[in-house]
């Protein structure tokens, strides 16, 4: 894989900028504007030390300077575009582990439950594994001071849990049927985060990847998962993207590298400066550039996702189905700045191998900009393709010349409506409070004798939610204020029990067995199934 410049640009562009606001500092020699244009930053710059020195020394009350300053840089920031922002820099540091791969820390998912911290799951090979930290232990005390019954947060636990490879946190654990909490002393360390949660056969030959981000490791893991589904046999590839918002731009070039064959442009960008203008094509010999390939998007795929989406789809490599995307296609460039806040600044635009920009529109309203996902459900585009406004100015053609829209998104070949037949506000505010996931943890350590010889395949097959078990989770919901709505309850019924399932296998087995469940209810990916044939016609057609 190559581009037209620089292939380390594809993850983080060379830029040095600093920003001096509150110090009144300028620099800006390394940029070409006119005269004028560094004249004109000067006395702005000029004129806001001015105002925050006057507010510091004269202002009646006393004011916090920097609270001022990081307001004002998130007002000015707004009046740029949606996706420049500005991290604190008590908040960078986590923004980019989400991102960067891995992470130092004690290795568990967790939850809060009842205003204490319990573990979910302790991650495969990390050290909490490695101590025997178990699904449903509560973390009552870190470093001997009591954290149960304090209101403790997910930015607290971070705070309290994560810390440099090789440090010490010593937890105590209250575990069921023990009496006195169980003391523990773990050595952090550097825990992988995976971004392919789930890669699989569906039959002999179609096998399934779920990539849910774009992060530093998602090549390596999409290559790993491609070679094994390979060597079962996969020769039709179903790469669901569904709910992905995006990433790192080089994971997305490479993992099209993948699929593309030598020379297709994946994507390109453009900017003011000559430096972020740059094209991305394909020239490595890819793992799986032969075999037909199926996209899945919806309203949640973004950025990284819709440059795959879009390089598979104006290539003809492929069939994009499901819903269309969101439409990010802004370039961000992290800036670190000195006092380890980030600045992620907007330098250029997305465009596919047809041209298309995939940025939708945007105005001033930003409160528009953020409601979009509301105004498509309103506006009917997410139950019927006819609601979709085409522009026949921004009419493009693939490389075997079909027709492409722009304007925003990827719009897919195959478009599937949203499902709301089996959904209900009373199953979201289930799923959205703690009770459903008290009422697992809880049923599966009741019943670990039934499943502990039983494996995922019996499970699939034969394993059925009861009645029984969605009363007691009505019960337990209702301890959490669940309103109980026989009305709706009946009618998710079918959609409830699925949901369970999944989640208990993924608390049985791993991410695997919960997404084979789920697809169940999937109806991207149900159509998806229907459509391998379509697919197969796609790869293998001759110009």
Same mark, same amino acid.
């Given at each position: 894989?190559?581009?037209?410049?620089?292939?380390?640009?594809?993850?983080?562009?060379?830029?040095?900028?600093?920003?001096?606001?509150?110090?009144?500092?300028?620099?800006?020699?390394?940029?070409?504007?006119?005269?004028?244009?560094?004249?004109?930053?000067?006395?702005?710059?000029?004129?806001?030390?001015?105002?925050?020195?006057?507010?510091?020394?004269?202002?009646?009350?006393?004011?916090?300077?920097?609270?001022?300053?990081?307001?004002?840089?998130?007002?000015?920031?707004?009046?740029?575009?949606?996706?420049?922002?500005?991290?604190?820099?008590?908040?960078?540091?986590?923004?980019?582990?989400?991102?960067?791969?891995?992470?130092?820390?004690?290795?568990?998912?967790?939850?809060?439950?009842?205003?204490?911290?319990?573990?979910?799951?302790?991650?495969?090979?990390?050290?909490?594994?490695?101590?025997?930290?178990?699904?449903?232990?509560?973390?009552?005390?870190?470093?001997?001071?009591?954290?149960?019954?304090?209101?403790?947060?997910?930015?607290?636990?971070?705070?309290?849990?994560?810390?440099?490879?090789?440090?010490?946190?010593?937890?105590?654990?209250?575990?069921?049927?023990?009496?006195?909490?169980?003391?523990?002393?773990?050595?952090?360390?550097?825990?992988?985060?995976?971004?392919?949660?789930?890669?699989?056969?569906?039959?002999?030959?179609?096998?399934?990847?779920?990539?849910?981000?774009?992060?530093?490791?998602?090549?390596?893991?999409?290559?790993?998962?491609?070679?094994?589904?390979?060597?079962?046999?996969?020769?039709?590839?179903?790469?669901?993207?569904?709910?992905?918002?995006?990433?790192?731009?080089?994971?997305?070039?490479?993992?099209?590298?993948?699929?593309?064959?030598?020379? $297709?442009?994946? #994507?390109?960008?453009?900017?003011? /400066? @000559?430096?972020?203008?740059? &094209?991305? !094509?394909? *020239?490595?010999? %890819?793992?799986?550039?032969?075999?037909?390939?199926?996209?899945?998007?919806?309203?949640?795929?973004?950025?990284?996702?819709?440059?795959?989406?879009?390089?598979?789809?104006?290539?003809?490599?492929?069939?994009?189905?499901?819903?269309?995307?969101?439409?990010?296609?802004?370039?961000?460039?992290?800036?670190?700045?000195?006092?380890?806040?980030?600045?992620?600044?907007?330098?250029?635009?997305?465009?596919?191998?047809?041209?298309?920009?995939?940025?939708?529109?945007?105005?001033?309203?930003?409160?528009?900009?953020?409601?979009?996902?509301?105004?498509?459900?309103?506006?009917?585009?997410?139950?019927? $393709?006819?609601? #979709?406004?085409?522009?026949?100015? /921004? @009419?493009?053609?693939?490389? &075997?010349? !079909?027709? *492409?829209?722009? %304007?925003?998104?990827?719009?897919?070949?195959?478009?599937?409506?949203?499902?709301?037949?089996?959904?209900?506000?009373?199953?979201?505010?289930?799923?959205?409070?703690?009770?459903?996931?008290?009422?697992?943890?809880?049923?599966?350590?009741?019943?670990?004798?039934?499943?502990?010889?039983?494996?995922?395949?019996?499970?699939?097959?034969?394993?059925?939610?009861?009645?029984?078990?969605?009363?007691?989770?009505?019960?337990?919901?209702?301890?959490?204020?669940?309103?109980?709505?026989?009305?709706?309850?009946?009618?998710?019924?079918?959609?409830?029990?699925?949901?369970?399932?999944?989640?208990?296998?993924?608390?049985?087995?791993?991410?695997?067995?919960?997404? @084979?469940?789920?697809?169940?209810?999937?109806?991207?990916?149900?159509?998806?199934?229907?459509?391998?044939?379509?697919?197969?016609?796609?790869?293998?057609?001759?110009?």
């Amino acid at each position: 894989m190559s581009i037209e410049k620089n292939t380390k640009a594809q993850i983080k562009l060379p830029l040095f900028l600093a920003l001096g606001i509150s110090a009144g500092i300028w620099i800006g020699a390394t940029f070409a504007e006119p005269k004028t244009d560094r004249n004109d930053l000067k006395s702005a710059i000029y004129k806001l030390q001015e105002i925050i020195t006057y507010i510091n020394r004269d202002y009646v009350d006393s004011v916090d300077t920097n609270e001022l300053v990081e307001f004002g840089i998130e007002k000015m920031l707004g009046k740029l575009d949606p996706h420049s922002s500005y991290i604190p820099a008590e908040d960078a540091a986590l923004a980019k582990s989400q991102l960067e791969g891995e992470f130092d820390g004690i290795g568990i998912e967790f939850g809060i439950l009842r205003d204490t911290i319990y573990v979910v799951s302790p991650l495969t090979g990390g050290p909490s594994e490695k101590i025997g930290l178990l699904p449903g232990d509560q973390i009552i005390k870190v470093d001997g001071e009591t954290v149960a019954g304090t209101g403790v947060t997910n930015r607290d636990v971070f705070d309290l849990l994560r810390g440099p490879k090789g440090s010490e946190v010593k937890i105590g654990i209250q575990r069921k049927n023990e009496d006195d909490l169980l003391d523990y002393n773990i050595t952090r360390d550097k825990i992988p985060q995976y971004s392919v949660n789930a890669s699989y056969m569906i039959d002999n030959e179609t096998g399934y990847i779920k990539i849910t981000r774009f992060a530093a490791n998602t090549h390596e893991e999409f290559r790993t998962a491609l070679q094994s589904l390979k060597e079962q046999g996969m020769d039709r590839l179903i790469l669901d993207l569904q709910g992905n918002p995006g990433g790192y731009m080089g994971a997305a070039i490479n993992i099209a590298d993948e699929i593309l064959k030598d020379n $297709a442009v994946i #994507v390109s960008q453009e900017g003011k /400066l @000559k430096r972020y203008s740059q &094209k991305a !094509r394909a *020239v490595r010999p %890819g793992s799986f550039e032969d075999g037909s390939v199926v996209i899945l998007v919806n309203e949640g795929s973004a950025s990284a996702s819709e440059i795959v989406a879009g390089a598979v789809q104006d290539n003809d490599r492929g069939l994009i189905v499901g819903r269309r995307s969101f439409g990010k296609g802004l370039v961000q460039m992290p800036i670190d700045l000195s006092d380890g806040a980030e600045l992620r600044l907007t330098i250029a635009r997305y465009f596919t191998p047809s041209g298309r920009s995939i940025q939708k529109p945007y105005g001033d309203d930003e409160e528009d900009y953020a409601m979009d996902y509301f105004n498509r459900m309103e506006h009917g585009e997410f139950f019927s $393709a006819d609601s #979709v406004d085409f522009n026949d100015s /921004l @009419k493009y053609e693939t490389v &075997k010349g !079909r027709t *492409v829209y722009g %304007g925003g998104g990827i719009m897919p070949d195959y478009f599937v409506p949203l499902d709301t037949s089996m959904t209900s506000s009373y199953v979201n505010r289930l799923f959205s409070s703690e009770s459903w996931r008290e009422f697992i943890l809880d049923y599966v350590d009741q019943n670990k004798k039934k499943f502990a010889d039983m494996s995922f395949e019996d499970f699939y097959n034969n394993y059925e939610i009861s009645d029984s078990m969605l009363d007691e989770l009505v019960k337990t919901g209702e301890k959490y204020e669940v309103k109980f709505n026989e009305k709706e309850f009946n009618k998710s019924k079918t959609y409830l029990k699925t949901l369970l399932k999944a989640h208990i296998a993924r608390n049985l087995f791993d991410d695997n067995a919960f997404y @084979k469940v789920i697809n169940n209810i999937n109806e991207i990916y149900q159509q998806a199934l229907k459509l391998l044939e379509s697919a197969d016609a796609l790869a293998f057609f001759e110009e």
